[in-house]
């Protein structure tokens, strides 16, 4: 089974500054597919950025960015010039690419404050 | 393009009742999948539903609860005799086909169950 680990329950960052948030996990897979979501105190859950394992470019979307370390089975979220909109809870997940592994597994999740 | 529905919103039981929460997916979507929240914790896989079928329900409690997605008309999650412990917020999301891992699963923004 796959297990996904966020050390970090909370983090806080400068407004404007950059943080990165971190996660782990483990698979037995070669292929597979990583995402970070986000979740503001709406409760929505928002998906930020996506990795595909069998590709070694890191995936960008405008201020966000990960780094994505397959053999040490890592996958960070750096999140640039953070604003306050950025303040939620980040959850970090794993799916499996074959059939009948389409479920995602979560991390525990890292709180984001944004300090003005 | 309308996203995922869910609702209710937030429903509210007292214990030993029945809980029914629906979700219509996106427009084209045919696959759904729920996920529940407990206060404080990640999200948690239950069930993985394709029009009138079951592919994969590892994560549903034995008892009391179950799943549906009919040929017409919204999934349907199902606790019967809800206890305390059954407080959370459940979350519905949907992709387009299965084997198409490259396309993410859309969340809605969920039901928040209460049980009194």
């Known amino acids: 089974a796959q297990t996904v680990t966020q050390s970090q329950p909370e983090m806080s960052v400068q407004e404007a500054e950059t943080v990165t948030l971190s996660c782990t996990y483990d698979t037995s897979e070669s292929d597979y597919y990583l995402f970070w979501y986000k979740q503001p105190p709406s409760r929505q859950m928002i998906l930020v950025i996506r990795q595909e394992a069998y590709k070694q470019q890191n995936a960008t979307e405008n201020r966000f960015s990960v780094n994505f370390q397959k053999a040490a089975k890592s996958f960070s979220l750096k999140i640039s010039d953070s604003q306050l909109g950025d303040a939620a809870m980040y959850f970090c997940?794993?799916?499996?690419?074959?059939?009948?592994?389409?479920?995602?597994?979560f991390g525990t999740g890292t709180r984001l404050t944004i300090i003005p | 393009n309308a996203g995922v529905m869910q609702n209710p919103r937030h429903l509210v039981r007292r214990r030993g009742q029945e809980a029914r929460l629906r979700c219509s997916p996106m427009?084209?979507?045919?696959?759904v999948y729920w996920y529940r929240q407990l206060p404080e914790e990640g999200l948690k896989f239950m069930v993985y539903?394709?029009?009138?079928?079951?592919?994969?329900e590892s994560g549903m409690p034995k008892e009391r609860f179950s799943a549906e997605f009919p040929k017409e008309g919204p999934s349907i999650l199902r606790i019967q005799q809800v206890v305390r412990g059954d407080s959370a917020a459940y979350f519905c999301?949907?992709?387009?086909?299965?084997?198409?891992?490259?396309?993410?699963?859309?969340f809605g923004d969920g039901t928040r169950l209460s049980i009194l």
């Open positions: 539903l394709q029009k009138e079928n079951i592919i994969d």
């Open positions: 999301a949907s992709s387009p086909y299965r084997g198409g891992n490259n396309q993410p699963q859309h």
């Open positions: 997940a794993y799916r499996g690419a074959l059939f009948g592994n389409e479920k995602l597994t």
């Open positions: 427009k084209g979507h045919s696959h």
